[in-house]
T-cell receptor, first 112, second 118 residues
């Protein structure tokens, strides 16, 4: 299995507070992704990175920011959490030269 | 932008029987991959099978096979000899391979919940 670790695995936070989710990989993969999964919507791309300090928005990026200061870490920040951001968040990685994306175990975030 | 449509929110199949999950997609690209991912109750995303768009031969992986119809933009998954462990959400996904905006992003359908009945 690819070495992808998401932290925390579960979090409950209050509306209006900042939240940062971390994705750490040991595979030296170039590409990293943040998705959210909601019932009836599948997985939707929030942001992705194609290299250190190279990031771009996905289809549901409003209210989220990301940073990638080194290859192994991709951080997702909710600047001011809202109840609509209650979801399960998945990180994924993909190496150059292969097509398979590997996923972390997911983070369940609840905003109350 | 690419879109992926799975028109069957839920399906069920008897153990040992065969089931087919549907997926259609919309793209103007010629160079892409298609995937089926499985998500069991553990929530882990597991790659089941992949298909290269430029290959006419349908991909197979043991009990799993696809019917790839490029002109129709259809990519169905057939599971033969269904087992209880096949119970899961199944997601169809598309990946554009050309350089430029959106390359190497996975776009997912909404998923099909498959239940295998003993």
């Amino acid at each position: 299995d690819a070495g992808i670790t998401q932290s925390p695995r579960h979090k409950v936070t209050e509306t209006g507070t900042p939240v940062t989710l971390r994705c750490h990989q040991t595979e030296n993969h170039r590409y990293m992704y943040w998705y959210r999964q909601d019932p009836g919507h599948g997985l939707r791309l929030i942001h992705y990175s194609y290299g250190v300090k190279d990031t771009d928005k996905g289809e549901v990026s409003d209210g989220y920011s990301v940073s990638r200061s080194k290859t192994e870490d991709f951080l997702l920040t909710l600047e001011s959490a809202t109840s609509s951001q209650t979801s399960v968040y998945f990180c994924a990685t993909k190496g150059t030269g292969n097509t398979e994306a590997f996923f972390g175990q997911g983070t369940r975030l609840t905003v109350v | 932008a690419q879109t992926v449509t799975q028109s069957q929110p839920e399906m069920s199949v008897q153990e040992a029987e065969t089931v087919t999950l549907s997926c259609t997609y919309d793209t103007s690209e010629n160079n892409y991959y298609l995937f089926w991912y499985k998500q069991p109750p553990s929530r882990q995303m597991i790659l089941v099978i992949r298909q290269e768009a430029y290959k006419q031969q349908n991909a197979t992986e043991n009990r799993f096979s696809v019917n790839f119809q490029k002109a129709a933009k259809s990519f169905s998954l057939k599971i033969s000899d269904s087992q209880l462990g096949d119970t899961a959400m199944y997601f169809c996904a598309f990946m554009k391979l050309n350089s430029g905006a959106g390359s190497y992003q996975l776009t997912f359908g909404k998923g099909t919940k498959l239940s295998v009945i003993p």
